[in-house]
T-cell receptor, first 111, second 112 residues
């Protein structure tokens, strides 16, 4: 079991560019979550999916953020256009029904 | 709205001490509670998961307790080691959804 796999590990981009973060959950886990972590706000839930269906996206900060889960083994979080205040570590996590496993995160820096 | 609070925010102890980290939550209607460890610049590692029907879970030198009715959990670390230095996060899952609500964490430093 390779765990939850996120890519890229680090991303540096210029303001206004599109950024796409990727996540491969653990096989058999039916829930997938995107979190953002900053020093100021800690860990915040952005969106989560159950069986590939978005359940709660109330944490998505703005329309610039979008997330998809086209199948059970892949999800993306897209920011378009990116802004410096989007700089954070973005974590993906998956869960079979109880208990979470987190990926190593993507550190995003928008300059 | 569920709120999770962790006390203390930071803790520094000499190696070998036993220590307790505290977590409280405002809404007792939780499905489970999970303790995580996060090393600087790294992801979250799950330490212990306690279901709402359970009172405690143990793994090695770690013991987590849950008092659902009073909205409290503690993480007990026995014989602390410098390698235990990290941020410890408490999080609850609500019965009515799968969302994890996190506390702000306790930064632990164990001095050799």
């Amino acid at each position: 079991d390779a765990g939850v796999i996120q890519s890229p590990r680090h991303e540096v981009t210029e303001m206004g560019q599109e950024v796409t973060l990727r996540c491969k959950p653990i096989s058999g886990h039916n829930s997938l979550f995107w979190y953002r972590q900053t020093m100021m706000r800690g860990l915040e839930l952005l969106i989560y999916f159950n069986n590939n269906v978005p359940i709660d996206d109330s944490g998505m900060p703005e329309d610039r953020f979008s997330a998809k889960m086209p199948n059970a083994s892949f999800s993306t979080l897209k920011i378009q256009p990116s802004e410096p205040r989007d700089s954070a570590v973005y974590f993906c996590a998956s869960s079979p029904a109880s208990g979470y496993t987190f990926g190593s995160g993507t550190r995003l820096t928008v300059v | 709205k569920q709120e999770v609070t962790q006390i203390p925010a930071a803790l520094s102890v000499p190696e070998g001490e036993n220590l307790v980290l505290n977590c409280s939550f405002t809404d007792s209607a939780i499905y489970n509670l999970q303790w995580f460890r996060q090393d600087p610049g790294k992801g979250l590692t799950s330490l212990l998961l306690i279901q709402s029907s359970q009172r405690e879970q143990t793994s090695g030198r770690l013991n987590a307790s849950l008092d659902k009715s009073s909205g409290r959990s503690t993480l007990y670390i026995a014989a602390s080691q410098p390698g235990d230095s990290a941020t410890y996060l408490c999080a609850v899952t609500m019965e009515y959804g799968n969302k994890l609500v996190f506390g702000a964490g306790t930064i632990l430093r164990v001095k050799s």
